[in-house]
């Protein structure tokens, strides 16, 4: 019989999605310290900020990121651009990435889409189809939470908050992110995931065959080092 991975070459893949997922963070607080380097009055960098340091990130690497945007430790080159198109099944797809050389990125973003039955489209062609929301994803398995929750989250400006399973989620205007972030917090909820994200005005729903294709499209675009999200309009389950 055949063994299975060792413990070696198991660290070995999870050290190597540590350092991935470490520079995308690396990539978004030096693009975001391009509009001032002080959290307090730069949301972006804060949140950017908040995430390295969920993912265990020194505080040391994070000073170099934000010296980097900034310029205090020389130019950067990296640029942001967002791909807008299509997958499996018309599926809309907003892609964005940080990149030093954009015909790379646009190449290596072009093929994973036609591997998987999906096209570029142009700028405006899918964009319509989202809006920008701030999105915080909260455990309420604890009986009486969920209505805990949706009364601290409203009273702080929440828009919505939709329930299922053991979690919830909290949408509220970008404006008002910080605020409810805050309010959460300070309440007892430590969001398992707050990010500011584009989401779809409606989900389509797709066969289980397109679902499955789709998610390994996603899998294929987040592998990409010049990609940092993926946003679509599909329905998945789980």
């Not at 994973?112 to 309420?140: I, M, P, W, Y």
């Not at 009986?143 to 053991?166: I, R, Y």
């Not at 584009?198 to 679902?211: L, Y």
Request: charged share 30%.
């Amino acid at each position: 019989m055949g063994r299975g991975p060792s413990i070696e070459g198991r660290k070995n893949v999870e050290d190597a999605k540590r350092a991935k997922a470490f520079t995308k963070l690396i990539r978004e607080i030096t693009i975001a310290a391009r509009n001032g380097n002080d959290p307090a009055t730069n949301a972006r960098l804060r949140t950017g900020i908040d995430k390295a340091l969920s993912a265990n990130m020194t505080k040391d690497t994070i000073e170099r990121a934000i010296k980097r945007g900034s310029g205090a430790e020389g130019a950067d080159n990296m640029h942001e651009i967002r791909y807008e198109g299509y997958g499996p099944s018309g599926v809309a797809l907003i892609i964005d990435a940080m990149t030093d050389n954009t015909q790379r990125t646009v190449a290596d973003v072009r093929h994973a889409l036609s591997k998987h039955g999906g096209n570029l489209g142009t700028s405006g062609s899918v964009a319509f189809q989202f809006h920008r929301t701030g999105e915080l994803v909260v455990d309420t398995s604890k009986s009486g939470s969920e209505d805990k929750l949706l009364e601290v989250a409203l009273d702080a400006g929440a828009d919505d908050v939709q329930t299922t399973d053991s979690q919830s989620t909290v949408l509220c205007s970008p404006d008002h992110f910080e605020t409810v972030k805050k309010a959460l917090t300070a309440a007892g909820f430590t969001p398992l995931r707050a990010d500011v994200a584009m989401r779809p005005e409606n989900r389509v729903t797709v066969s289980d065959e397109v679902a499955e294709t789709l998610r390994d499209l996603i899998d294929w675009l987040e592998e990409l080092d010049d990609v940092q999200e993926v946003y679509h309009n599909a329905a998945l389950a789980g």
